[in-house]
């Protein structure tokens, strides 16, 4: 196999097999290709369903540039060739960008190992896009994506996902009250009260955290050793630490 020349240049389509679909049943993999993510998929291509002795798991969409990440979708179906049976359509993945790789990488490490262990990495990458999202609505809007978001705001983005995460993750935790009863004396400890005064403190460190980040940016930013963070928010990074260690800390 040829060593690549060129990467990260088109979009690299991923998917997982599906448990009962397999290659005795199925010999043709089918992708299909949406610019709007709930309709109008187009058959794209049709590949076989092994390659090598292994069922294929990804395909390159080399008429997408990897800039049209955000704007295209993917879905595929598994069909027989002879019989005309298929099975799907099931979800596929557009592989990471080597940015977005480093801040889920970021990202998860930050997350309790309670959390993140659970968790795959495109399920982290949702986390943030999310919080992206969070940070465009507030004002002034934006419209900023994984490829243009300007450097001086990874950090809101990564506490934006953090929250998001913790927040999504340790619900299911704080549904469970804990009661405890032994000779007469008891205990109830309600988590769930115990969770929501930390996420109000915590969401409101991080709103005065944004309205500072959005209300305008400086010409260049501020430098604190290797966090680059924009001139208004330099005395606020105590507050940046703080959260990350409140939200780091959930579930263990």
Do not use: C
């Amino acid at each position: 196999m040829a060593l690549p020349i060129n990467l990260y240049t088109n979009v690299v389509v991923n998917w997982v097999i599906p448990p009962g679909i397999t290659s005795v049943v199925y010999d043709t993999i089918n992708i299909y290709r949406s610019s709007m993510e709930a309709q109008n998929y187009d058959l794209m291509a049709s590949i076989p369903f092994l390659s090598g002795g292994n069922p294929q798991t990804s395909y390159t969409d080399a008429s997408q540039g990897i800039t049209t990440k955000g704007t295209v979708f993917y879905t595929v179906i598994f069909s027989n060739s002879l019989t005309g049976a298929y099975n799907g359509p099931y979800l596929a993945y557009k592989a990471l960008t080597p940015r977005e790789q480093r801040l889920v990488l970021q990202l998860r490490d930050s997350l309790s190992r309670f959390i993140s262990n659970t968790l795959a990495d495109e399920e982290i990458r949702q986390y943030l896009e999310g919080a992206i999202q969070g940070v465009n609505v507030y004002s002034p809007t934006t419209s900023f994506t994984f490829f243009d978001l300007p450097q001086s705001l990874e950090p809101l983005v990564l506490l934006g996902g953090l929250i998001f995460g913790a927040s999504m993750n340790m619900l299911r935790v704080g549904f469970t009250d804990i009661q405890y009863s032994d000779q007469g004396w008891s205990l109830n400890a309600n988590r769930m009260d115990k969770m929501g005064q930390t996420f109000d403190r915590v969401l409101k460190m991080y709103n005065e955290l944004l309205a500072i980040a959005k209300l305008d940016y400086a010409e260049g930013p501020q430098s604190i050793t290797t966090l680059m963070v924009p001139w208004g928010m330099g005395n606020k990074l105590g507050n940046i630490l703080e959260i990350f260690s409140i939200l780091g800390s959930a579930g263990r």
